[in-house]
């Protein structure tokens, strides 16, 4: 190395790490529409009523809504308007350790970023109940009706639009299928099962959360993103 070379090196200043993105799907991280779609199948009339053991054995916990549809016989656009009605009533707050992570990950300068494949109003009244203006979460409205998870490409676009290769960014799941796909998309993912989503399977998460309450927030952070992990975009 020439003298010339040297200098310019030991001049150079210290490169500034480029901060994490925190993404994850509105109706996934809060289990809401999971529980709603449970609540309107176990008041369905007669045998199509739907018991919490039948909807975790049937593999309907994270189900599209045409297989919801399918397994009580019912018309797809009639169910989906129930489940949305008993939605936008719903008034299950955000986990408090959910809260406590997202203000950490705030604290350490990430990007907090949610998808969500609700329609507009649907998703805005949920974000406000839930306190995520206030948490520094963007919320981006996706439209695909033949999906209830953002598929692949989904997560991926999510990830450069807030500035970040897929590497720098982490998905925060509850169920499998929204695990399967932002993995797919090459995102790190941490696994926070619910009671309907407990015995899916998170193969590949780098963390799988079995209880949320007894978890430190910087240990989920750290899991992540580890430090060994700055540098470029």
């Known amino acids: 190395m020439s003298a010339k070379s040297a200098l310019k090196t030991a001049g150079a200043p210290p490169e500034t790490p480029v901060p994490f993105a925190l993404l994850f799907q509105l109706e996934d991280i809060t289990g809401s529409l999971r529980r709603a779609s449970l609540e309107i199948l176990k008041d369905l009339p007669g045998k199509k009523a739907v018991s919490p053991q039948n909807f975790i054995r049937l593999g ?3 189900a599209p809504l045409a297989q919801l549809s399918a397994a009580v016989e019912s018309d797809p656009a009639a169910l989906r308007d129930k489940i949305l009605a008993k939605l936008e009533l719903a008034g299950a707050p955000l986990p408090g350790m959910v809260q406590k992570l997202f203000k950490l990950a ?3 300068g990430m990007t907090l970023h949610a998808l969500t494949l609700l329609p507009d109003a649907v998703a805005e009244k949920l974000a406000e109940r839930l306190g995520l203006k206030e948490l520094g979460v963007h919320v981006q409205g996706l439209k695909d009706p033949e999906r209830d998870v953002p598929a692949p490409e989904v997560w991926y676009k999510a990830a450069r639009g807030v500035g970040r290769s897929v590497r720098k960014c982490g998905a925060l799941v509850t169920g499998m299928a929204a695990c399967r796909n932002a993995m797919a998309a090459g995102l790190r993912c941490i696994a926070v099962p619910d ?7 998170f193969s590949g998460a780098i963390l799988i959360v079995e209880d949320l309450s007894e978890a430190r927030p910087s240990d989920i952070l750290d899991a992540l993103f580890p430090p060994t992990r700055l540098g470029g975009q």
């Open 106 to 108: 705030m604290e350490r």
């Open 195 to 201: 009671e309907l989503t407990s015995h899916q399977d």
């Open 60 to 62: 309907l916990s994270d």
